[in-house]
């Protein structure tokens, strides 16, 4: 219901609208005096601020004449330039603004007002005051809305471009408007999507606001089942990301190698990506694990990248010439199980050499042979190494040999170990042979 309301009286209503041009210049004169903020904007944002002010006097007066049952209409005061009121002024700056032009009516009702009127025109002011304040925060809202809309885009069109590892000027040009542009220590994070009511907004929204309590930024999709977060800023991805697990669905949260700005984020992208992929083959896998503890998995699984890390971090420095015997060591204690004597019986050295060795596996490779996780991944490695320096040393088999070997014309597949021959059966396929 329209709450009633009295109607002043006319010599009232003349004093109220003949002062429209003095109260615009008052409240002028006081924001100048008493708001910092409005002396350090440019003329041409003061002015706008002015004209605000001035509006909202002119829309009180023609509001104080109408007649009962017409609500204020403040919205009009601010639809004229929204947008450049909420670049050039917070919304905080705009209560300031309705609070200085309020005072202003205000300290003029004595004289305004004609005898009995001056509680009628103070509710009045307070009254329209009110809905100005309303109109201020729907502005601000609405434009809050639209840019943050506009923000969703470019961020999605940022991490998908990540995705695709196109670092090219459309996606600087993205990053820069989203103030991304100089971020270092850039991590790329996917897990699954929680299951919470309201989908995939209150997903993202939940992330960022839980990385931004660990002073981290974060960009932040849904693709499908997944949720997908960049993080920047940050030198421990790991702590971070176990602090804000519980934002993401069930099962494994992969990160990525953590890279120096946005635009080598591909590469932490696509080891973050292969590692959920394969993390199914470790049962035992951490709800938060980083994409180089799943190696192993990313081999079997078939990526290239994670076999040459493999090869490169384990076969090749023990491969090295001044660390034969530490290759040789180490598929010693690995075909033994893992058994130290074993080993030193096997390799004619003291067990004391064989953990010494052991030791220096572990400072060359970074993995420890006795811990059976690590061992595992070694072994994989080892063989990775060798059917690499196999492939590189042995010429591959024309297309026709291929095509004649094997019984009936039909190829054979090539077993991953000789048959281990006896004497009798050796000069058997010698003489065939010859």
Do not use: K
């Given at each position: 219901?329209?709450?009633?309301?009295?109607?002043?009286?006319?010599?009232?209503?003349?004093?109220?609208?003949?002062?429209?041009?003095?109260?615009?210049?008052?409240?002028?004169?006081?924001?100048?005096?008493?708001?910092?903020?409005?002396?350090?904007?440019?003329?041409?944002?003061?002015?706008?601020?002015?004209?605000?002010?001035?509006?909202?006097?002119?829309?009180?007066?023609?509001?104080?004449?109408?007649?009962?049952?017409?609500?204020?209409?403040?919205?009009?005061?601010?639809?004229?330039?929204?947008?450049?009121?909420?670049?050039?002024?917070?919304?905080?700056?705009?209560?300031?603004?309705?609070?200085?032009?309020?005072?202003?009516?205000?300290?003029?009702?004595?004289?305004?007002?004609?005898?009995?009127?001056?509680?009628?025109?103070?509710?009045?002011?307070?009254?329209?005051?009110?809905?100005?304040?309303?109109?201020?925060?729907?502005?601000?809202?609405?434009?809050?809305?639209?840019?943050?809309?506009?923000?969703?885009?470019?961020?999605?069109?940022?991490?998908?471009?990540?995705?695709?590892?196109?670092?090219?000027?459309?996606?600087?040009?993205?990053?820069?408007?989203?103030?991304?542009?100089?971020?270092?220590?850039?991590?790329?994070?996917?897990?699954?999507?929680?299951?919470?009511?309201?989908?995939?907004?209150?997903?993202?929204?939940?992330?960022?606001?839980?990385?931004?309590?660990?002073?981290?930024?974060?960009?932040?999709?849904?693709?499908?089942?997944?949720?997908?977060?960049?993080?920047?800023?940050?030198?421990?991805?790991?702590?971070?990301?176990?602090?804000?697990?519980?934002?993401?669905g069930p099962g494994p949260v992969v990160l990525g190698p953590t890279v120096p700005h946005l635009f080598a984020a591909g590469r932490s992208a696509r080891a973050a990506l292969s590692g959920l992929s394969a993390a199914a083959a470790w049962p035992e896998v951490p709800r938060v694990v980083e994409s180089d503890a799943l190696l192993a998995e990313r081999a079997l699984a078939g990526e290239p990248q994670a076999r040459r890390l493999l090869v490169d971090r384990v076969h090749r420095p023990l491969a090295a010439a001044s660390h034969s015997a530490l290759l040789t060591t180490a598929t010693a204690y690995l075909e033994s199980g893992g058994a130290l004597e074993a080993t030193a019986r096997t390799l004619f050295v003291h067990p004391n050499t064989v953990r010494y060795r052991l030791g220096r596996i572990c400072d060359a490779t970074g993995y420890d042979l006795t811990v059976p996780r690590e061992a595992w991944t070694v072994r994989i490695a080892l063989s990775l190494g060798r059917l690499a320096a196999a492939g590189a040393s042995s010429p591959a088999t024309p297309p026709a040999a291929a095509s004649r070997s094997g019984h009936g014309g039909s190829p054979t597949l090539p077993s991953m170990r000789p048959p281990r021959l006896g004497l009798e059966e050796s000069s058997k396929l010698s003489g065939a042979t010859s």
């Open positions: 219901m329209t709450d009633q309301r009295q109607h002043p009286s006319e010599a009232t209503s003349r004093a109220v609208e003949r002062s429209a041009g003095e109260l615009a210049t008052l409240a002028s004169q006081r924001m100048e005096e008493h708001l910092r903020w409005y002396r350090e904007l440019s003329a041409e944002e003061r002015s706008q601020v002015g004209l605000v002010a001035q509006a909202g006097i002119s829309q009180f007066i023609a509001w104080f004449h109408q007649e009962e049952g017409h609500e204020p209409s403040a919205i009009s005061i601010f639809a004229n330039a929204p947008q450049e009121l909420t670049r050039s002024v917070s919304l905080r700056q705009t209560l300031d603004l309705v609070r200085t032009v309020v005072d202003v009516v205000e300290s003029r009702v004595e004289s305004l007002a004609g005898p009995g009127d001056e509680q009628l025109l103070r509710e009045s002011v307070l009254r329209f005051s009110r809905e100005i304040a309303f109109a201020a925060a729907e502005v601000y809202a609405g434009a809050a809305e639209a840019r943050g809309a506009w923000d969703a885009r470019l961020e999605a069109l940022v991490v998908d471009g990540v995705l695709r590892g196109e670092a090219d000027e459309s996606m600087q040009s993205r990053a820069s408007a989203l103030g991304w542009g100089d971020v270092a220590d850039v991590t790329f994070v996917v897990g699954t999507t929680p299951t919470a009511a309201g989908g995939a907004v209150p997903a993202v929204d939940d992330l960022r606001r839980s990385v931004r309590q660990h002073g981290v930024e974060a960009l932040a999709i849904v693709q499908r089942s997944r949720l997908i977060a960049i993080l920047g800023g940050t030198r421990d991805a790991l702590r971070v990301v176990s602090a804000v697990a519980d934002c993401f």
